[in-house]
């Protein structure tokens, strides 16, 4: 820690304690207090989850593209993710390509995250700024909602992806599961359409954010 930053941290603590028993200060404590206590109890009840970058699957158990193979989930960049519960079995699968637009169909897909990944050479290795899911199911109840939750945080803490969008079947089952999870429909194409979840930081977690690196808090 450099000298400023040790300053500063000296200082808001000695302002802090100077105005403890300021009514204001002591109902912004109160606030937080119980702000912790409701976040540790929620915590506590939500079921734990692992995201993990899976190296191989049983592709013929995909629901949504059981024809594309492995070799194709993993080539160019793409990444297959699996999420685990607390007894550490898979309760979802999620595919994705990175592209730096937003693809049409499969086969558009594949171009776009080829030319991304070709571009990555010239780019110190980053990759699309665009995480295109394009298939995934759930292994078991729930873990459907659960895998977008977790990579919904994932791209959100991302440095470079600036975008999550889906390239999905053109079903009214594909269209409740991604609107009842929050996307909102970009477009509706050929054979395919495209939802998009909203990754921009809400103005509390920009907040947090900050306040975590002025305190070296991880």
Known sequence: MCIRDRLNRDKLRAVLEKWKGHPSITDLFDRFDKLQNYTKKKLEKEPKFNLVELEHIDVAEDPVRPELSMEFRKSYGRKVFGLKDEQGELAAIMCFAFTNQVPKSV???????KDAAMQAV??????????????VWAKKKGGGKHMVNEV????KQS???NRLVTLSPLTEMAERF?????AKKLQVNETTQNFEYDITLED???????AKRFLKIK
């Open 178 to 182: 991604h609107i009842k999870n929050g």
């Open 152 to 155: 919904y945080k994932m791209v």
């Open 204 to 210: 509390w977690e920009k907040a947090l954010d900050k």
């Open 107 to 113: 086969e558009e897909m594949d171009m776009l995250s």
């Open 122 to 135: 010239h780019r110190a290795g980053v990759q699309g700024n665009i995480a295109i899911a394009y298939t």
């Open 159 to 161: 440095n470079h992806i």
